[in-house]
């Protein structure tokens, strides 16, 4: 036989085809890790990466890495706030997946840097689209990624040096517990307002063994409603969050 070997279909079409349920495209909604990013004040030591083996020396390319576990976009296990408890290795593969929900207060956030998301803002979601379904992802939009990786701008600190950041209010925190999401992200720095003290969402959110996403990236190319999250923290043992790689799917 003289036939030509049939060309392999390296065209981009051929992903989508292999998404599940009318999913058409994945959204990235994590940074890159580098010593660059906006840290938590008072954290100097942030990330550093070294060669172990090198082209030159070894034929091969490897590195060593040392990093914080709540630095870039990541995870906040339980047990990083009382009085929660699951690690970030022992959080169930099935809680790491789940429909998102957007509930977008870039209009609010522009005008109050000291924004909480309320119970109405999410009365007026549910108006539109439905009461937030049991294992959701609940992420809420704030534009503040558009001041990443601006450490000054993101971070918002006044003289005294207290933060200013939009953020979800406890008793919003309290209603999506309620509603049994697995867990909250946020495009800031803390799910928690910049300016908290005592940070209550923290408590509650991982006292409940949800979950929290920070410092997500590009939640702009996501609906209100409609996509589906795959969230992928490091299976670090012990640990009290981890970086996280979230992809979302959309329709
Ligand atoms: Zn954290």
């Not at 119970?119 to 558009?146: F, M, N, Y």
């Not at 939640?219 to 996280?244: D, F, M, R, T």
């Amino acid at each position: 036989m003289n036939m030509p070997a049939r060309p392999q279909d390296t065209s981009p079409k051929a992903l989508p085809a292999a998404l599940p349920g009318g999913m058409t495209r994945i959204v990235d909604l994590s940074y890159a890790i580098n010593d660059k990013l906006v840290a938590w004040p008072g954290d100097e030591r942030v990330f550093e990466a070294k060669p172990n083996a090198t082209l030159e020396k070894d034929g091969y390319f490897t590195r060593s890495f040392w990093m914080l576990e709540h630095y870039g976009t990541h995870l906040d296990a339980p047990v990083h706030f009382p009085p929660g408890k699951t690690t970030v290795d022992r959080i169930s593969a099935e809680k790491l997946l789940g429909p998102a929900v957007v509930i977008d207060v870039q209009a609010e956030s522009a005008k109050d840097a000291d924004y909480r998301l309320t119970v109405e803002r999410i009365a007026r979601w549910e108006k539109q689209h439905g009461t937030i379904p049991a294992h959701a992802i609940v992420l809420l939009r704030t534009g503040w990624s558009s001041r990443w990786p601006d450490a000054a701008k993101y971070r918002d600190q006044d003289v005294a040096g207290k933060m200013h950041f939009p953020g979800f209010s406890l008793e919003a925190a309290k209603l999506l517990i309620e509603r049994g999401v697995n867990g909250l992200g946020c495009d800031t720095l803390s799910i928690d307002y910049g300016a908290s003290a005592d940070f209550p969402v923290h408590h509650a959110v991982l006292g409940a063994d949800l979950y929290q996403l920070e410092n997500l990236a590009n939640l702009n190319s996501l609906p209100e409603k409609g996509a589906y999250l795959i969230v992928a923290p490091i299976k670090l043992e012990g640990g009290s969050g981890g970086p996280v790689r979230v992809f979302a799917l959309l329709p």
